[in-house]
C-alpha cells in the first residue's frame, strides 16, 4: 500500500514518513514550536545524509543555509 501511495501520491507519503518519524524520535512540534521542528528535521537529517552520501556537498550546503 505504501509503495503505492508513493507512486501515486508522493507528497501524501513524504508527509506519513515524517510524521512517522517525529513520532519514532519523540518530537513534539506542539511543545518545541513549528520552526524549532523545522529546524531540528532538518539538521538531523542533513546529519545522515551527509554520512551516507559526502558526495552530495551541495544538499548539505543547503540544509546549512536553511
Do not use: N
Not at 518519524?21 to 531540528?40: A, E, N, V, W
Amino acid at each position: 500500500m505504501l509503495k503505492d501511495l508513493k507512486a501515486d501520491e508522493p507528497d501524501v507519503y513524504w508527509g506519513i514518513v515524517t510524521v512517522i518519524y517525529m513520532r519514532c524520535r519523540q518530537i513534539d512540534p506542539y511543545k518545541l514550536g513549528i520552526k524549532r521542528t523545522f529546524g531540528l528535521l532538518i539538521d538531523e537529517l542533513d546529519e545522515m545524509l551527509f554520512h551516507w552520501y559526502p558526495e552530495r556537498a551541495d544538499a548539505h550546503e543547503t540544509a546549512c543555509s536553511i
